[in-house]
């Protein structure tokens, strides 16, 4: 993956305030990620130049969410981890309280104390798949090559496009999710099962219960930015790499916070998605300067809220 320089990049600087503004905080932009694709390579490794971005965003103060339907192992491993390294190494790991992440589609919230250690936290009343219903769906599927089981969720079940097989994208890709989806569809009606949703998320089928999402996390990210800083975001910047993502930018919007969304995945998908499902009233941006933790880092550096971009 070729990637830009980040040297002289603008970090995020609280301005300085007079005494008698001392007591009035200053709202901060709130920057909120999805995970694999978005932040990281083609081997789900952080790309360094967005790992070095993030640190130092982290230190200058700037309060930043994962939101990502990845298990609490996986962005502990692959993105809080090598944060954490990065910050402990330069001497500012009081820093990691600048984060939050969301796993499991907004189920879990992962935080730092100041002591760097981590503390999760469930969602209020959230409902797992049975297991019985994950069983039958890994027995519908198991006749289907192309679809398998891999990373185990706690509270939902992913069947994924084995890469080994078909390439993620191509037509026997789709053909074998939108197979997939049908027979779990078709399982549902007839066990009378209304309170789980199947939801496309690029790679996998998301089958979980309708009140997780991307949108949870969001939800949740922003009443954690408000604990933190002391008083609403303001302005929300959300990233992803999927049409999964966009209920995140969805809630922002509707909690009244000025968004944009920043699409860095393949842009007719997006495209096609708005026809379908209607236009957006906030900003949706699609970088055009390449695909996935290239287009996130390039476009990271140059968000300017005072300038009113053309929406793409």
Do not use: C
Request: glycine fraction near 6%.
């Amino acid at each position: 993956m070729s990637l830009i320089s980040s040297e002289g990049m603008e970090i995020y600087t609280p301005p300085e305030v007079d005494d008698a503004q001392a007591e009035k905080q200053v709202p901060k932009p709130f920057y909120v990620f999805d995970a694999d694709g978005v932040l990281t390579d083609d081997n789900l490794d952080m790309v360094p130049e967005i790992l070095d971005i993030l640190t130092k965003q982290l230190i200058a103060g700037q309060p930043i969410a994962i939101n990502t339907g990845r298990n609490v192992a996986w962005i502990t491993d692959h993105i809080l981890r090598p944060i954490k390294s990065s910050l402990q190494a330069s001497g500012n790991l009081e820093a990691l309280q600048n984060i939050v992440a969301y796993a499991e589609m907004g189920a879990f919230q992962i935080t730092y104390n100041e002591d760097g250690d981590e503390v999760q936290t469930i969602a209020d009343n959230v409902v797992p798949l049975p297991d019985d219903i994950r069983a039958e769906i890994d027995e519908l599927l198991i006749a289907d090559p192309a679809m398998f089981v891999g990373e185990i969720k706690q509270v939902y079940h992913a069947p994924q496009i084995d890469e080994s097989v078909v390439k993620r994208g191509s037509k026997p890709a789709e053909a074998a999710k939108k197979k997939a989806q049908i027979l779990i569809e078709d399982m549902f009606k007839s066990r009378g099962i209304d309170d789980f949703i199947i939801l496309d998320a690029g790679i996998a089928l998301v089958v979980h219960h309708k009140d997780l999402g991307k949108q949870l996390g969001m939800e949740r990210a922003l009443k954690w930015f408000k604990e933190t800083q002391g008083v609403d975001a303001e302005e929300v910047t959300a990233f992803g790499d999927s049409t999964s993502d966009i209920p995140m930018a969805d809630k922002a919007h509707e909690l009244g916070r000025k968004t944009r969304f920043v699409f860095v995945g393949e842009p007719p998908k997006i495209e096609a998605w708005l026809a379908k499902n209607g236009e957006r009233d906030y900003e949706i941006v699609l970088p055009g300067i390449g695909l996935l933790a290239v287009a996130t880092m390039t476009f990271f550096t140059q968000i300017d809220w005072n300038k009113e971009d053309e929406i793409e």
